[in-house]
């Protein structure tokens, strides 16, 4: 059985130019190399050059309402419907009610603050626990429960199994998360991320006191040739990745809090580049830690929390800083 599922596709920045179908099948081979934009082309699922080229034909890829054709340049900046057929995945979205932690709400867009454990979107092993289930709930349902006369909207560009996302945390990583209620603010805020005009702030507990008060981790980025779950900074190839650092306190246990503020959007970035400068995030065993007997409390998860972001308002062009409490588990 096959089913047609559709997403909104803009071209990041960093995109290659060229053939349609050859840009195509790089971004798909590619996904966890890009920053925004492209996240819901995974749940696609594997898809061969022989299935795109039979997408394009089948008119499935179009630009402006329009079929587009496999020869057709591309480039950065170009927006996409993609409606790939690909095996079915039977997953059918139902509101699921489960806590939420609203920071802000208007019209365009929601922010949350995400607690340890909480998965963004569903994917593969998920259950019906999801902040997506959960937001489906609270567009349907009001704080008493009741049926709401008319039900709040999620933005639909980003694919059927992700609506209003348009970034996405670790499930262990803590702190405020977007999603847009409005297609015109989810075109906004991917534009935004993409254009890296989105200023986002993470605190972490590492393991290990930092020579230096503060600098800039540079190293690309790659996905590890063996374990392919994990990321590692790599000497030639990769994307470039870089986080701005501020150490800003080193307790007399042997753990410090540094303040990060990637200024790329790599898989596991800021993991990655704290466990490459042999400060690995306390909890974060991925990416190196082993545990810190001098800690008062062993670390129950990986200790990386989004602080704020900032970006403009996608109505008013303001700028709009959200900010997510410091959890509980962070005192050392």
């Known amino acids: 059985m096959t089913t047609t599922q559709g997403c909104c596709l803009i071209l990041p920045p960093e995109a290659p130019q060229g053939r349609a179908d050859r ?11 890009f920053e925004a934009g492209l996240e819901a082309l995974q749940d696609l699922g594997p898809l061969s050059r022989t299935q795109i080229q039979k ?27 993609v409606a790939l057929i690909r095996p079915e995945i039977a997953q059918t979205l139902q509101p699921h009610k489960i806590p939420l ?21 569903p994917g593969s092993g998920t259950g019906q626990d999801t902040l997506v289930h959960g937001l489906l709930y609270h567009c349907r349902y009001d704080a008493s429960d009741t049926l709401r006369p008319e039900p709040l909207a999620l933005s639909t560009l980003g694919g059927p199994l992700r609506p209003g996302v348009v970034h996405r945390l670790d499930k262990e ?7 847009a209620k409005s297609n015109q603010a989810y075109l906004s805020l991917i534009e935004q991320f993409q254009q890296r005009k989105i200023k986002k702030t993470y605190l972490a507990l590492v393991k290990g006191h930092p020579r230096l008060e503060g600098g800039i981790f540079d190293g690309a980025i790659d996905r590890h040739p063996v374990q392919r779950q994990k ?25 410090s809090l540094i303040e990060c503020r990637p200024h790329t959007g790599r898989t596991h970035q800021i993991r990655v580049h704290l466990s490459h400068a042999r400060l690995p995030i306390l909890g974060d065993i991925t990416y190196g830690y082993t545990p810190l007997s001098t800690l008062p409390a062993p670390a129950s998860r990986v200790l990386l929390h989004a602080l704020n ?9 303001k700028p709009l800083t959200l900010e997510a409490p410091i959890p509980e588990d962070f005192k050392v």
């Open 101 to 121: 932690a609203i920071l802000y709400e208007d019209e365009d867009l929601l922010a949350l603050n995400k607690a340890c454990g909480q998965v963004v979107h």
């Open 23 to 33: 840009v195509l099948t790089h971004l798909l081979e590619n996904l966890d190399l």
């Open 309 to 317: 972001i900032t970006f403009e308002h996608p109505s008013s062009g």
């Open 55 to 81: 997408a394009f034909k089948a008119g499935l890829i179009q630009r402006n309402g329009k079929a587009l054709d496999q020869n057709t340049p591309l480039g950065p900046g170009d927006r996409l419907w």
């Open 231 to 255: 990321m590692q900074v790599v000497s030639s190839g990769g994307r470039p990745a870089v986080t701005y650092w501020k150490c800003l306190k080193r307790f007399p246990c042997g753990a």
């Open 173 to 179: 990583t803590t702190g405020v998360i977007l999603f």
